[in-house]
């Protein structure tokens, strides 16, 4: 079934240090492709978005692009901060209106001075 | 806008009782849904509405029952809480359309003792 795998965590960095959280996903179709950050204590908030192959998002310094060919959706951003510190979530919806997003399992970044 | 709200923030239960977490919106999203958060799971799909009157089963739905009179509320009830149902739970809404954003809830913490 469709289904998306996150790198294990937790991710621990030092400030100014590259970040990749690995995504890839299994999915009929051609998905949209989300990533969703959640703070301590907070509800999740959309990071970025690619809606098609080789769409590039983002947003706050982070990127990723829609790699059909890998089904790949990997975030990177070039010097994390400790604010940048959250759980990280690959998503996908479908490609049918009214369909649920379908999440990975979550990344632990925790980002150190 | 106060977007999506969710009420309570934190709940505890003993075994067997029953309750409503409440869901609202105000941005006009025909499409809520329900997921819950557990350690190592990520977020599981619960129930889900594509509209007033119109609701359906996720990934978990066993325990829980929703309703959607209106458009802008959602609520989530529990008829005989059990500890298995300990958890994070978040309300989420958004367009219809597959591509469009999906808003997230700040969460209620539910404890089932």
């Known amino acids: 079934g469709d289904s998306v795998t996150q790198m294990e965590g937790p991710v621990t960095l030092s400030e100014e240090a590259f970040l990749t959280i690995n995504c890839t996903y299994t999915a ?12 301590p204590g907070e509800g999740l908030q ?15 310094g982070f ?12 975030l990177e951003k070039g010097s994390v901060q400790v604010s940048d510190s959250a759980v990280y979530f690959c998503a996908l919806s479908l ?17 150190s001075s | 806008n106060a977007g999506v709200t969710q009420t309570p923030k934190f709940q505890v239960l003993k075994t067997g009782q029953s ?4 869901c609202a919106q105000d ?17 599981r799909l619960i129930h889900y509405s ?18 959607r009179s209106t458009t802008e509320d959602f609520p989530l009830r529990l008829l005989s809480a059990a500890p298995s149902q300990t958890s994070v739970y978040f ?15 700040p969460g209620t913490r539910l404890l089932v003792l």
């Open chain 1, 63 to 74: 990127e990723a692009t829609y790699r059909k060919e890998t089904t790949s959706f990997h």
């Open chain 1, 46 to 60: 959309l990071l970025l978005k690619a809606t098609k192959a080789d769409d590039k998002g983002s947003n706050k």
């Open chain 2, 27 to 43: 941005m006009n999203h025909e499409y809520m849904s329900w997921y819950r958060q557990d350690p190592g799971m990520g977020l």
């Open chain 2, 50 to 67: 594509v509209g007033a009157g119109i609701t359906d089963q996720g990934e978990v739905p066993n325990g829980y029952n929703v309703s």
């Open chain 2, 91 to 105: 309300c989420a809404s958004r367009h219809l359309a597959y591509q469009e954003t999906q808003y997230f809830g």
């Open chain 2, 19 to 22: 309750m409503t977490l409440q």
């Open chain 1, 95 to 111: 490609n049918q209106a009214g369909t649920a997003l379908i999440f990975g399992k979550g990344t632990t970044l925790s980002v």
């Open chain 1, 28 to 39: 009929t179709g051609y998905p949209s492709l989300f990533w969703y950050v959640q703070y």
